[in-house]
């Protein structure tokens, strides 16, 4: 019996390092040799990892069995596959339910984060519920907040950046952009780079004046672009570019968009960023984008 233990910790382990090394096929025969015989880690990593392989209805398979078995990471893995309609039917009401398992085993951002995402990003538009998600979210971020109400940089708070996403965004409220700055701000002191740049978003663009700055707009577009945020780089290039808001400087303007070209992970801008780089630099290539430029981010 103990031989036979051993053997399984050892596939479990080698299944779970041969998938981290994007060898998912071998990795799987072994994760599922330990996930057959019961073993809990063997089978989340082993749903996870089909999950990878594009293998979604196996997958829903093992991951709703190590959801079953109690483990946090598993039900996590199921409300998304609930969600996006991945192995099974999108199944909000299920991926709710998960959700709130998840908060009973006391990680209350991340039990909350399952269920706002489930509302507000279903695949399927018509279980999509915006009110649903305003409410969690106000609920999962006050009890966050109420928590730790002096966060620091690696601090959970996915629910509360939904609310920010929702007050910004006018998803089940009215828009408004002085809560979701409130909002923002807290997750910027948790080092989320998404929260900082949609602050200096507010703080740059706001139609309302009020709350225009642009001091702290670009501080903390620079803080994201410290973070390798590749929309932060590119916005710190497009601004120096254009000239009005800060005083022109092409230089500056050339290095964030290379910077963010390298990076190529910005979610809407890195083609402009290529273009806009083309315009001011005529000896605009690749390997110039490379070489050339030293970033202002070292």
């Given at each position: 019996?103990?031989?036979?233990?051993?053997?399984?910790?050892?596939?479990?382990?080698?299944?779970?390092?041969?998938?981290?090394?994007?060898?998912?096929?071998?990795?799987?025969?072994?994760?599922?040799?330990?996930?057959?015989?019961?073993?809990?880690?063997?089978?989340?990593?082993?749903?996870?990892?089909?999950?990878?392989?594009?293998?979604?209805?196996?997958?829903?398979?093992?991951?709703?069995?190590?959801?079953?078995?109690?483990?946090?990471?598993?039900?996590?893995?199921?409300?998304?596959?609930?969600?996006?309609?991945?192995?099974?039917?999108?199944?909000?009401?299920?991926?709710?339910?998960?959700?709130?398992?998840?908060?009973?085993?006391?990680?209350?951002?991340?039990?909350?984060?399952?269920?706002?995402?489930?509302?507000?990003?279903?695949?399927?538009?018509?279980?999509?519920?915006?009110?649903?998600?305003?409410?969690?979210?106000?609920?999962?971020?006050?009890?966050?907040?109420?928590?730790?109400?002096?966060?620091?940089?690696?601090?959970?708070?996915?629910s509360v950046i939904q609310l920010a996403l929702c007050y910004n965004f006018a998803?089940?409220?009215?828009?408004?952009?002085?809560?979701?700055?409130?909002?923002?701000?807290?997750?910027?002191?948790?080092?989320?780079?998404?929260?900082?740049?949609?602050?200096?978003?507010?703080?740059?663009?706001?139609?309302?004046?009020?709350?225009?700055?642009?001091?702290?707009?670009?501080?903390?577009?620079?803080?994201?672009?410290?973070?390798?945020?590749?929309?932060?780089?590119?916005?710190?290039?497009?601004?120096?570019?254009?000239?009005?808001?800060?005083?022109?400087?092409?230089?500056?303007?050339?290095?964030?968009?290379?910077?963010?070209?390298?990076?190529?992970?910005?979610?809407?801008?890195?083609?402009?960023?290529?273009?806009?780089?083309?315009?001011?630099?005529?000896?605009?290539?690749?390997?110039?984008?490379?070489?050339?430029?030293?970033?202002?981010?070292?």
């Amino acid at each position: 019996m103990d031989e036979l233990k051993k053997k399984i910790e050892e596939e479990a382990n080698l299944g779970l390092e041969l998938c981290k090394k994007g060898k998912l096929e071998e990795g799987i025969e072994h994760l599922r040799f330990a996930a057959e015989h019961n073993y809990l880690e063997a089978i989340v990593n082993l749903g996870h990892a089909l999950k990878l392989a594009d293998q979604y209805y196996e997958a829903f398979e093992w991951t709703l069995r190590g959801a079953e078995l109690g483990d946090a990471t598993a039900m996590s893995n199921l409300a998304i596959m609930y969600r996006r309609g991945q192995g099974c039917d999108c199944n909000v009401d299920e991926a709710v339910k998960w959700g709130k398992k998840i908060i009973e085993k006391g990680d209350i951002d991340g039990g909350y984060q399952e269920i706002i995402c489930s509302y507000l990003y279903a695949v399927d538009n018509y279980q999509r519920d915006f009110e649903k998600a305003f409410e969690y979210a106000l609920e999962g971020s006050k009890k966050v907040m109420a928590k730790n109400p002096n966060p620091k940089r690696g601090d959970v708070c996915e629910s509360v950046i939904q609310l920010a996403l929702c007050y910004n965004f006018a998803k089940g409220c009215k828009k408004d952009e002085k809560e979701a700055l409130k909002y923002y701000q807290y997750c910027s002191k948790c080092g989320m780079p998404l929260a900082m740049y949609n602050a200096a978003c507010i703080y740059g663009y706001s139609e309302d004046e009020s709350l225009r700055d642009i001091d702290k707009s670009i501080k903390l577009f620079q803080h994201a672009a410290n973070l390798d945020y590749g929309d932060a780089l590119y916005e710190l290039g497009y601004l120096y570019h254009l000239g009005e808001k800060v005083e022109k400087d092409l230089i500056l303007a050339k290095r964030y968009y290379a910077h963010a070209i390298r990076l190529g992970n910005g979610e809407s801008h890195n083609e402009d960023a290529i273009t806009n780089l083309k315009e001011i630099d005529p000896e605009f290539t690749d390997k110039v984008v490379s070489g050339k430029y030293v970033s202002l981010i070292d």
